[in-house]
């Protein structure tokens, strides 16, 4: 069946602007989880949803980054007034509760 | 201090050599362990899961030491198609959640040569 997809799978953009990274889960996967990886490191944790709410938030490096999920599939992370600082592989992954998380490919985030 | 420490390596060793790495973590919370694995420029993917009785997937064996908070990663038989980033993973149960929140390692890098 079809994976976890993401888009755009490559986006540059210039500091001090907006982006929105979208993610669509595999079907029927409730818990939704958004990780960030910078280059020569692993993923490390941002946020995840179970369902329509964000459980678990503390992973957001601070209030420039946001992510919803309204209707419990598709969730978007949002950046405001990126920073080069930002750039990086933006991974999403779901999974059934408390099971296996299957990542998407990936969005590259390059702020120039 | 990062949850997972890991070895970056890399890791260069001939096809048919077997390859060990090594991973702690210093949650003693933590409550499931895996190894993922990277190619380059791809999202990681489960390569299987680890528990303190061992197991064994093929070539492959993970072994868990929750007294030592130490994991394993052992590949017999190195093939060419190995070659990728081997990234140690623990699950950390979320902060009032039923959940847990995957923490990895930088990951170790291993290249198979002819």
């Known amino acids: 069946g079809a994976g976890v997809s993401q888009t755009p799978s490559n986006k540059v953009t210039e500091k001090g602007k907006y982006v929105e990274l979208r993610c669509d889960p595999i079907?029927?996967?409730?818990?939704l989880y958004w990780y960030r990886q910078s280059l020569g490191q692993g993923p490390e944790f941002l946020i995840y949803?179970?369902?329509?709410?964000?459980?678990?938030d503390s992973g957001l490096p601070n209030d420039r980054f946001f992510a919803v999920r309204p209707e419990g599939s598709v969730s978007t992370l949002k950046i405001q007034r990126t920073e080069r600082g930002d750039s990086a592989v933006y991974l999403c992954?779901?999974?059934?509760?408390?099971?296996?998380?299957?990542f998407g490919p990936g969005t590259r985030l390059l702020v120039l | 201090r990062k949850e997972v420490e890991q070895d970056p390596g890399p890791f260069n060793v001939p096809e048919g050599a077997t390859v060990a790495f090594n991973c702690t973590y210093s949650?003693?919370?933590?409550?499931?362990f895996f190894w993922y694995r990277q190619d380059c420029r791809k999202e990681p993917k489960l390569l299987m899961s680890?528990?303190?009785s061992g197991n064994e997937d093929g070539r492959f064996t993970a072994q868990l030491n929750r007294a030592s908070q130490y994991i394993s990663l052992l590949i017999r038989d190195s093939k060419l198609s190995d070659s990728a980033t081997y990234l140690c993973?623990?699950?950390?149960?979320?902060?009032?959640?039923?959940?847990?929140?995957?923490?990895f390692g930088r990951g170790t890098q291993l290249t198979v040569w002819p």
């Open positions: 949803f179970q369902g329509t709410g964000a459980a678990d």
């Open positions: 993973v623990v699950n950390i149960r979320g902060r009032g959640s039923t959940l847990g929140r995957l923490y």
């Open positions: 079907s029927g996967h409730t818990a």
């Open positions: 992954a779901s999974g059934r509760a408390g099971e296996t998380q299957y």
């Open positions: 949650n003693s919370a933590s409550q499931s």
């Open positions: 680890v528990y303190s």
